[in-house]
C-alpha cells in the first residue's frame, strides 16, 4: 500500500489551456479515491501524470513520500487499467496477465506462479487459454485487472473501466470491483463521470471541473454537504433544486420536497408546488412543477419514494413542505455555500399566505 500526494499539479496544453489547474491531493493509504467529473474537466490528465504516461507542466507527484515526477511509468510501482483494456489479441488470456513479467524477464516458473495466482483471484482461471475475442465485457474487464495486479504494484490507476459494459453488468462489476480492492487493500484512484460508480465505489471522492478540485469527502458527505452550486448539481439524479432568493441560491434534493402532510418536522418551510406532470419511475414518483412561496419561481423536481401515497395531480396546485435543515445556501454570484440564512418577513408572509 502507498500514499499518493499531487502538489500544485499543472498540466498545460498547446494554445494555452489547463486541463490540469494547480491541483493540491493527498489519498489516504489504502483507500479507494474516485475522481468524478464531466468530460474535459481534467480527470484523466490527472491519472496520466500520476502514472507516468503524461509529464506536468509544473508541480509535484509523490509516492509513498518519494518524488516521482520525471520517472518513467515502471520505475513508479504503479498499474494502470485503460478504458479500452488494451489487450493483445493474439495472445491468450494467460499470455495476457503475464506479459508484464516477461517483459521484465522474471523466471518462468515465478511468471507462472504469479499469473496463475492472479488469474485465480478474480476467478478466470478457467479462461486461461482463450484469446480475447472470446471473452465477455466482463471477463475482459477481469483480465485487465489481473495483468495489472500480476505486477503486484503500490498503487491501482483505473480509467473508467466499466464504460465498455452494459448496465447490468455495469452493476456487478462494480460490485466486484470494490470487494477486490478491499480483498487486496491496495491503494486506488478510479476516474469515473458516473456518479452511481463514484457513489457506490468511493471511500472519499474528490469532484473536479475546469481542472480544478471542487469538493473531496466521504460520498455522504459530497451529496448531503456540496462545497458549490456545481457539486450540488452534479452529484444526484434528479440533481438538487435551486432557487433564487435575493442574493442568494436555495437549495434541496428533490426527495426532501414532499407534501406538506408528510413533513412533520417543526422547521418545515412550507410551499406551493404548480404540478405540470408526473413520471412513474421504478415505484418512485416524479413530479415536475414551478415552485412558490421560497423565493422566485422556479422550475423544480420532487421525488416521491412509493413508501408516500399522497395523491399528486397534474395542473393543479398543492402543498409541499420542505424540512428547515435539508435546504441549503449559495451565493449567487460566486455560486459557494453560505451561512444558513434566516426567513425574512417577505418570506413568512408567503408562508403564512399559503
Same mark, same amino acid.
Given at each position: 500500500?502507498?500514499?499518493?500526494?499531487?502538489?500544485?499539479?499543472?498540466?498545460?496544453? /498547446?494554445?494555452?489551456? #489547463? &486541463?490540469?489547474?494547480?491541483?493540491?491531493? +493527498?489519498?489516504?493509504?489504502? =483507500?479507494? @479515491?474516485?475522481? %468524478?467529473?464531466?468530460?474535459?474537466?481534467?480527470?484523466?490528465?490527472?491519472?496520466?501524470?500520476?502514472?507516468?504516461?503524461?509529464?506536468?507542466?509544473?508541480?509535484?507527484?509523490?509516492?509513498?513520500?518519494?518524488?516521482?515526477?520525471?520517472?518513467?511509468?515502471?520505475?513508479?510501482?504503479?498499474?494502470?487499467?485503460?478504458?479500452?483494456?488494451?489487450?493483445?489479441?493474439?495472445?491468450?488470456?494467460?499470455?495476457?496477465?503475464?506479459?508484464?513479467?516477461?517483459?521484465?524477464?522474471?523466471?518462468?516458473?515465478?511468471?507462472?506462479?504469479?499469473?496463475?495466482?492472479?488469474?485465480?483471484?478474480?476467478?478466470?482461471?478457467?479462461?486461461?487459454?482463450?484469446?480475447?475475442?472470446?471473452?465477455?465485457?466482463?471477463?475482459?474487464?477481469? /483480465?485487465?485487472?489481473? #495483468? &495489472?495486479?500480476?505486477?503486484?504494484?503500490? +498503487?491501482?490507476?483505473?480509467? =473508467?473501466? @466499466?464504460?465498455? %459494459?452494459?448496465?447490468?453488468?455495469?452493476?456487478?462489476?462494480?460490485?466486484?470491483?470494490?470487494?477486490?480492492?478491499?480483498?487486496?487493500?491496495?491503494?486506488?484512484?478510479?476516474?469515473?463521470?458516473?456518479?452511481?460508480?463514484?457513489?457506490?465505489?468511493?471511500?472519499?471522492?474528490?469532484?473536479?471541473?475546469?481542472?480544478?478540485?471542487?469538493?473531496?469527502?466521504?460520498?455522504?458527505?459530497?451529496?448531503?454537504?456540496?462545497?458549490?452550486?456545481?457539486?450540488?448539481?452534479?452529484?444526484?439524479?434528479?440533481?438538487?433544486?435551486?432557487?433564487?432568493?435575493?442574493?442568494?441560491?436555495?437549495?434541496?434534493?428533490?426527495?426532501?420536497?414532499?407534501?406538506?402532510?408528510?413533513?412533520?418536522?417543526?422547521?418545515?418551510?412550507?410551499?406551493?408546488?404548480?404540478?405540470?406532470?408526473?413520471?412513474?419511475?421504478?415505484?418512485?414518483?416524479?413530479?415536475?412543477?414551478?415552485?412558490?412561496?421560497?423565493?422566485?419561481?422556479?422550475?423544480?423536481?420532487?421525488?416521491?419514494?412509493?413508501?408516500?401515497?399522497?395523491?399528486?395531480?397534474?395542473?393543479?396546485?398543492?402543498?409541499?413542505?420542505?424540512?428547515?435543515?435539508?435546504?441549503?445556501?449559495?451565493?449567487?454570484?460566486?455560486?459557494?455555500?453560505?451561512?444558513?440564512?434566516?426567513?425574512?418577513?417577505?418570506?413568512?408572509?408567503?408562508?403564512?399566505?399559503?
Amino acid at each position: 500500500m502507498a500514499v499518493v500526494e499531487v502538489r500544485k499539479l499543472v498540466k498545460e496544453f /498547446v494554445g494555452g489551456v #489547463r &486541463a490540469v489547474d494547480g491541483i493540491d491531493l +493527498v489519498t489516504e493509504e489504502g =483507500e479507494y @479515491l474516485v475522481l %468524478l467529473g464531466p468530460s474535459g474537466c481534467g480527470k484523466t490528465t490527472l491519472l496520466r501524470m500520476v502514472a507516468g504516461l503524461e509529464q506536468p507542466t509544473s508541480g509535484d507527484v509523490l509516492i509513498d513520500g518519494h518524488l516521482v515526477s520525471g520517472l518513467p511509468p515502471r520505475a513508479r510501482q504503479v498499474a494502470m487499467v485503460f478504458q479500452s483494456y488494451a489487450l493483445y489479441p493474439h495472445k491468450s488470456v494467460y499470455g495476457n496477465i503475464g506479459f508484464p513479467l516477461r517483459a521484465v524477464r522474471m523466471p518462468k516458473d515465478e511468471r507462472d506462479r504469479r499469473t496463475r495466482w492472479a488469474a485465480s483471484l478474480l476467478d478466470i482461471d478457467h479462461l486461461l487459454d482463450r484469446k480475447p475475442r472470446q471473452l465477455s465485457g466482463g471477463e475482459r474487464q477481469r /483480465v485487465a485487472l489481473a #495483468r &495489472a495486479l500480476v505486477r503486484q504494484p503500490k +498503487v491501482f490507476l483505473l480509467d =473508467e473501466p @466499466l464504460s465498455n %459494459l452494459d448496465a447490468k453488468l455495469r452493476t456487478s462489476a462494480r460490485d466486484e470491483l470494490k470487494r477486490f480492492q478491499e480483498e487486496i487493500g491496495t491503494t486506488t484512484i478510479y476516474v469515473t463521470h458516473d456518479q452511481v460508480e463514484a457513489m457506490g465505489l468511493g471511500d472519499r471522492i474528490a469532484v473536479l471541473a475546469q481542472g480544478e478540485v471542487r469538493q473531496i469527502g466521504p460520498p455522504v458527505e459530497v451529496y448531503d454537504e456540496p462545497a458549490d452550486t456545481f457539486v450540488a448539481t452534479f452529484i444526484g439524479s434528479p440533481p438538487m433544486n435551486l432557487v433564487p432568493r435575493d442574493d442568494v441560491l436555495v437549495g434541496f434534493r428533490p426527495e426532501h420536497l414532499l407534501p406538506a402532510d408528510v413533513v412533520t418536522a417543526d422547521d418545515a418551510v412550507a410551499l406551493k408546488l404548480a404540478v405540470d406532470r408526473v413520471e412513474y419511475l421504478s415505484g418512485d414518483r416524479h413530479v415536475y412543477g414551478t415552485v412558490l412561496g421560497i423565493g422566485e419561481p422556479t422550475r423544480v423536481v420532487a421525488r416521491l419514494p412509493a413508501t408516500v401515497d399522497a395523491p399528486v395531480v397534474a395542473g393543479e396546485e398543492q402543498a409541499f413542505a420542505v424540512a428547515g435543515r435539508r435546504l441549503r445556501f449559495f451565493a449567487t454570484d460566486t455560486g459557494r455555500r453560505t451561512p444558513r440564512v434566516r426567513l425574512g418577513a417577505r418570506e413568512q408572509a408567503d408562508q403564512e399566505a399559503l
